[in-house]
């Protein structure tokens, strides 16, 4: 399997553009190579999710914002196939979203999205990251960005062992089996 990259983001609020926490998992040859977790100062300090991921202001008040991280996360990111995520539309609409906010240029990885790998190899249903976890025996702290990304990254591994492939220029979201 190609070099790809799972990523998770943990947003503030209901805007796109506040996303407090981001997630990595780096996959090499099937392993992953590289986990990390960084804290984001959104453009607003209104925080409604703290229920959910436990991140309020005060977590990342001093945290550097988007525009501030994205070199680094760029330069993670470099050489990724593919950027996978668990409902990838949620994912890369924040992706999108912080790179508008700041003027930035979003990476040009197309996303796999594990809800569908899931639904299509697995059948699972529902579909929720702790779901498809515990159907692959796959540890998870949820809304911990750093676990949450490395839970999809191990499914993306888990699919590539079940038959499914990624290939360029096709419906990155589609899985299929070998034959």
């Known amino acids: 399997m190609k070099t790809f990259a799972a990523i998770d983001f943990e947003t503030a609020n209901y805007d796109a553009n506040s ?3 981001v997630g990595l998992a780096i996959v090499k040859d099937s392993r992953i190579i590289r986990r990390e977790q960084y804290l984001i ?6 925080f409604v999710f703290t229920y ?4 309020a202001w005060e977590d990342v008040r001093d945290a550097p914002t988007f525009d501030e991280l994205w070199p680094t996360l760029l330069e993670r990111i470099a050489g990724a196939g593919f950027l996978a ?3 990838a539309s949620f994912d890369r609409n ?3 979203s912080c790179c508008r906010t700041y003027g930035l240029q979003p990476p040009s990885q197309p996303f796999v999205c594990t809800v569908k790998l899931a639904r299509n190899l697995w059948r699972v249903y529902p579909t929720k ?9 796959i540890p998870l702290h949820h809304h911990q960005a750093g676990s949450d ?3 999809c990254a191990r499914i993306v591994i888990a699919a590539a062992e079940a038959g499914w492939r ?14």
């Open 52 to 55: 959910l991921h436990g991140l």
């Open 129 to 137: 990251l702790p779901d498809v976890c515990r159907h692959l025996s």
């Open 85 to 87: 995520a668990h409902n």
């Open 94 to 96: 924040v992706l999108a």
């Open 19 to 21: 996303a407090c926490a």
């Open 166 to 179: 990624y290939i360029a220029g096709h419906a990155a979201e589609t899985a299929r089996k070998s034959r």
């Open 41 to 46: 100062r959104p453009p607003e300090r209104q």
């Open 149 to 151: 990304a490395e839970a």
